[in-house]
């Protein structure tokens, strides 16, 4: 069993900044890859970003790439997502997921076990 807690949240201006972080327990935290994903109103969810258990290798979206930054602190059992040049676009629920059977790159929702409830951000034009 893995818990997932988002956090980091909230209305930002477009061009800002904001640090999500995912925080797990349960499971040997440094055993599975984490994966970010967002879901905005009448849209599918859709993968944003993906690191390894060890952090060495990660993986984005085209969408958020050179933008947005993963990363892991097995020490906290945690994970980041450090948004920068955040759009409009960017707007939406962003949900954490464990990947425990290794699927790389976790690009697609069935590849997570489980998820976290998720964190809402808001992008003003």
């Known amino acids: 069993q893995v818990q997932l807690v988002e956090s980091g949240g909230g209305l930002v201006q477009a061009g800002g900044s904001l640090r999500l972080s995912c925080a797990a327990s349960?499971?040997?935290?440094?055993?599975?890859?984490v994966g970010w994903f967002r879901q905005a109103p009448g849209k599918e969810r859709e993968f944003v970003a993906a690191?390894?258990?060890?952090?060495?290798?990660?993986y984005y979206a085209d969408s958020v790439k050179g933008r947005f930054t993963i990363s892991r602190d097995n020490a906290k059992n945690t994970v980041y997502l450090q948004m920068n040049s955040l759009k409009p676009e960017d707007a939406a629920d962003y949900y954490c997921?464990?990947?425990?059977?290794?699927?790389?790159?976790?690009?697609?929702?069935?590849?997570?076990?489980?998820w976290g409830k998720g964190t809402l951000v808001t992008v003003s034009s």
């Open positions: 997921g464990a990947d425990l059977r290794g699927n790389w790159p976790p690009r697609d929702n069935s590849a997570m076990n489980y």
């Open positions: 349960g499971r040997t935290f440094s055993s599975y890859s």
């Open positions: 690191i390894t258990w060890n952090g060495g290798i990660t």
